[in-house]
Each structure stands twice: as C-alpha cells, then as structure tokens.
C-alpha cells in the first residue's frame, strides 16, 4: 500500500512537471504493437483493453499486428523503436519468457532492451486428457502414463510455444515420458484427440471450452493459483501436489529501454485505471482472464521469474529451435 502511494505521488509530480512544461505525454496517437496476426486470444484481449484504455490516456491506441517467428518480430521491432513513450509492445510469454531461450539469434534481450510497464492480463492453463482415455483424474494420468512410457502424446501449436513448454513442465513434474505433437493451431488437433490419436493438451479455458462441452477434452487440473469459476471441481496444481505445474497465459505491456519514467508511469497508471472498469473485467471473467495492472517494478520481477522458470524447462527438456 505504501508504495503504491509513492508511485503516484511521483507519478503525479511527473506528469505536473511534463505539463509545466508544456510537454504533457501523450500529445498524439501511441502505436501499441501486437506480435502476432488479427483475431487471435492476445490480440482479442488487448483490443478490448484498448477501448477503455484511450478514454483514460486522452489519447487515439493504434494498434499493430506485426506476427511472425513466435511472436519475436513484432518484439524486437520494438525493442528497436525510439524510446520517446509513443511506441509500445502488448505482448506475452512466448516472446517475453519463452522465446529468449528457444532462438539461438535473437534481435533483443529481454531485459536489456525493454521498460516495464504493466503485467496487463493473465490466464491459467488447463491441463485435459482426451476422453478416450480411461482416466478421470491427475492421479489416474500420472498412474497411466507411467505405466506406459513413451505411449501418450500431447498436442500444442508449434515448437516453443506455451502449450508445448507448459506440458513439457507438466511432464517434468509428474515424473512421466509423453510425447510432443505440433499441430498448426489446435483447431487442427481437436479431431485427432477426439479420436483417440492424441491424448494430452494443455490451453487457456476460452480455447477448450466447446471441446469440453462437446465431450472431447475432460478438464484434469488448473495451473493457476485459484479453481476456474467455470470448471469448481477441478482442482489447482498444488491442491493434487504438484505446485511446481504453474502455468499462465500471460500478457504484459513494455516499452524500449530508456523511455521516460512520466511516460511509463502515466501508461502504467491509465492502464490500471482502465482495467478497473467492472464491465471490462467482467467480458473477462467469462473467459476466466484476470486483469492484472502491476507495477513496472513487479513486472520487472516477474519476467526475471518466468525467465528462469522456462529456461530450466527448455534446456532438461532438449528443447532447440534453429
């Protein structure tokens, strides 16, 4: 709570000094980059954020959807961009968490190249087991696996994306050989599981939730710190311990390196601001998306955290994109 206080009351003296001045941020449209096509979960999420988020900031958000190669592209053309406050990155735990340890030439370093802003948004995956599959419990998947090593596979949507490193932590942790099938979206995978082919998959709640309904997916276990309101009897990772299967679908909101501190304060500060809209937060909950609003110094942790996580993840698992 005291530092919570301290930053707005810096954040304030900030922006009072800027507008003094006659500088006040933002004085014309922000490009926000978003590092992957139209239409998909992050790009879906930011744009609903964005409406709310320009009544606050006073100024137009135009976004940029600049996808490819995992999403490290539309990353590193930030990373590159002037450090003036006007472009931004909404981006996620593939290019922020995953990608630094999967790519051996990347055109960015994490920490190096970005400002913290705000962790924006977060969503936990769900672990399923196909319902072709006698099980109807982690305990019984565990106890299946095991006894068949090397038998069961997972889906995921592409090499050294979250699907596939969260159910590489999920393998590591229960101690079980299962193996990995890239499919080209999971949309793809959904007919192959439901046929039996495929048995294991790890996705947010939104993505898996007609599947569920349909009788394909059976919901096993969550990766969050909470029960899904959708699905209350199915229990977190460290409630059937396994605290160490904790996996969220992330979103976080960083500028270049060297942009200045009103700047990141006042988008930090409008961000929070906006997602404190009930209406927003509850188009949210319905699928099972947290709105987050942190501070850049718990941002800046909490990248260093997920970094570390998903690099022991990557080098026990052999993992190597070229």
């Known amino acids: ?7 707005g009351v810096c954040a304030a003296l900030a922006l009072a000094a800027g507008s003094a001045s006659g500088q006040a941020y933002p004085d014309r449209p922000i490009r926000m980059v978003i590092p992957y096509p139209p239409g998909g979960a992050i790009d879906t999420v930011a744009r609903r954020i964005v409406q709310e988020w320009v009544g606050r900031l006073g100024q137009q958000i135009v976004v940029d959807n600049r996808g ?3 999403g490290t592209i539309g990353t590193e053309l930030v990373a590159k961009a002037p450090p003036t406050g006007y472009t931004i990155l909404y981006g996620n735990i593939g290019p922020l968490s995953i990608g630094p340890h999967m790519y051996k030439q990347l055109g960015y370093d994490v920490f190096k190249d ?5 962790l924006a948004a977060s969503a936990p995956f769900v672990l399923f087991s196909s319902t072709t599959l006698p099980v109807r419990s ?3 998947l565990v106890a ?3 006894a068949r090593p090397g038998q069961l596979n997972y889906a995921s949507s592409g090499m050294g994306s979250g699907l596939h490193l969260t159910s590489e932590l999920f393998a590591r942790v229960a101690s079980i050989q299962i193996v990995h099938v890239p499919f080209k979206g999971i949309g793809v995978a959904i ?3 439901a046929a039996g082919r495929v048995h294991i998959l790890t996705y947010p709640y939104s993505g898996a939730a007609p599947h569920v309904k349909a009788g394909r997916l059976r919901p096993l276990m969550s990766g969050g710190t909470r029960r899904s309101p959708h699905y209350p ?3 977190t990772a460290a409630e059937v311990g396994m605290p160490g299967f904790h996996s969220t679908a992330w979103h976080a909101v ?3 390196a060297g942009t200045p501190q009103p700047a990141v304060l006042k988008l930090q500060q409008t961000f929070a601001a906006a997602v404190a809209a009930p209406a927003l937060r509850k188009v949210m909950a319905v699928d099972d998306v947290e709105l987050v609003a942190s501070s850049p110094a718990e941002l800046a942790r909490f990248l260093r955290a997920e970094n570390d996580k998903w690099e022991k993840v990557i080098r026990s698992a052999g993992i190597k994109v070229d």
């Not at 709570?1 to 930053?7: E, H, P, Q, V, Y």
């Not at 970005?114 to 705000?118: D, E, N, Q, S």
């Open 138 to 140: 982690v305990k019984e």
């Open 1 to 7: 709570m005291k530092r919570t206080t301290i930053l």
């Open 114 to 118: 970005f400002a913290p802003v705000t």
């Open 68 to 70: 490819g190669a995992g």
């Open 191 to 193: 007919p192959e599981i």
């Open 254 to 256: 960083v500028a270049p």
């Open 144 to 146: 299946y696996a095991r």
């Open 233 to 235: 009897d199915v229990p």
